[in-house]
């Protein structure tokens, strides 16, 4: 059976919606209606978590393939979920504690055997800080952790956190170049050995990289079904499958972050991932009216305020995404970080799409990724478009 349809996902940190709106539709139209929600587990303790610290979910397009594909993901993100877990232990299904990335953290100089999984994913997170010379940088952990509480899903007014403390964190956070001294890692054994940076414990907390990452890994193994899917990681990370003999579009809408029941522009994307950074989800605002948010500068420990969002869209490389707009939000100079971008690009021989907001909705944008805008939906709040030939 044939499909001839286009979905518009509009991406928001704390959510996602569907409009059924067709566009340069041929024969007939159907409209996927449901995304289907891949549920949540529990601790050791019976807490309920979702995996990677938010709603996901999975919308199919063959009936008869749905809740094997359901299924099939939601194992997957489960299982990484409580490897990557900085946080919470977790016991696996004969009662034996998993060790996972809060086991390596309380653990310093030892060397601890980890699952393939959770070592793939440390050495590609350092792999990333370095090629992004520390604008991310795993070992920010105690950093995000002096925050804990302060950043909220809407409007708020709060105050930094004490000065002192944050100049604590800052000093546990280990330096790029030196990220292969104190995380240890040995590939024929699949261990890591954690070593103390000039004293003090650091925390890793891969955060930042996760949803991409895994959301990667599952992409790997839906493909084998040959039927189109989006899976959307809190709308933040989303990847898509489009199976030609489905004839099926699918196109991503970013909303305007201080309107979040509007769409700022819209983009065909029908094979490949994207991320988004965005400072309107997770914030808090200082008396002057400053805005805080949850994208924080490894090199400062507070969060820049250069863009409103970065979009970044590519058809490999999943799990690079998550972590690169992170990095870019602390980039102030934007020749800089394209420049970034081209390098990445060079290393991993990939083609990256980019969109920068900036304040007064400026957006910069390559040609390629321009190429995708489907324009009917371009908000009247887009003060200029540049793009970057």
Not at 114 to 119: G, R
Not at 135 to 159: Q, W
Not at 333 to 344: G, L
Not at 374 to 386: A, F, L, T, V
Request: with cysteine; charged share 25%; aromatic share 12%.
């Amino acid at each position: 059976m044939k499909y001839a349809l286009t979905i518009l996902f509009c991406i928001l940190l704390c959510g996602c919606t569907v409009t059924n709106t067709p566009y340069n539709s041929t024969n007939k139209t159907e409209i996927i209606k449901v995304k289907n929600y891949l549920g949540y587990f529990q601790d050791e303790d019976g807490n309920m978590v979702l995996p990677l610290n938010t709603d996901c979910y999975l919308t199919t397009v063959r009936d008869d393939l749905k809740q094997e594909m359901i299924d099939t993901a939601s194992k997957m993100l489960f299982e990484y979920h409580r490897l990557l877990d900085s946080h919470k232990y977790y016991r696996d299904e004969n009662g034996n504690r998993i060790i996972n990335l809060k086991t390596i953290n309380s653990n310093f100089n030892e060397e601890i055997i980890i699952d393939e999984k959770l070592y793939n994913a440390i050495r590609e997170a350092i792999e990333i800080s370095i090629l992004t010379k520390g604008y991310f940088n795993p070992t920010i952990g105690k950093v995000a952790d002096v925050y804990e509480g302060r950043f909220l899903s809407y409007e708020t007014e709060n105050t930094d956190p004490d000065s002192k403390k944050l100049e604590t964190a800052m000093a546990t956070v280990v330096p790029y170049e030196l990220l292969e001294e104190h995380i240890i890692l040995n590939p024929q054994k699949s261990s890591v050995t954690l070593i103390p940076y000039n004293g003090y414990e650091f925390e890793i907390d891969l955060g930042a990289f996760s949803k991409g990452h895994v959301s990667e890994m599952i992409y790997n193994k839906l493909i084998s079904y040959n039927s189109s899917f989006i899976l959307n990681c809190g709308s933040s990370s989303l990847i898509t499958y489009s199976n030609p003999d489905e004839n099926v579009n699918w196109s991503i809408g970013a909303k305007v972050p201080d309107k979040p029941d509007e769409t700022l522009f819209a983009f065909k994307l029908n094979n490949g991932a994207l991320s988004t950074s965005g400072d309107y989800e997770q914030y808090y605002l200082l008396e002057d009216g400053t805005r805080r948010h949850h994208i924080l500068n490894p090199f400062t420990g507070v969060s820049e305020n250069y863009y409103r969002e970065i979009l970044l869209s590519c058809n490999e490389k999943a799990g690079l995404m998550d972590a690169f707009t992170t990095a870019l939000y602390s980039i102030e100079d934007i020749d800089e970080a394209i420049s970034m971008i081209e390098n990445i690009e060079d290393y991993y021989d990939i083609s990256i799409n980019y969109c920068f907001v900036s304040e007064g909705y400026r957006l910069t944008v390559n040609k390629a990724f321009y190429d995708e805008f489907i324009i009917q939906y371009n908000s009247s709040d887009i003060n200029k478009i540049e793009v970057i030939e």
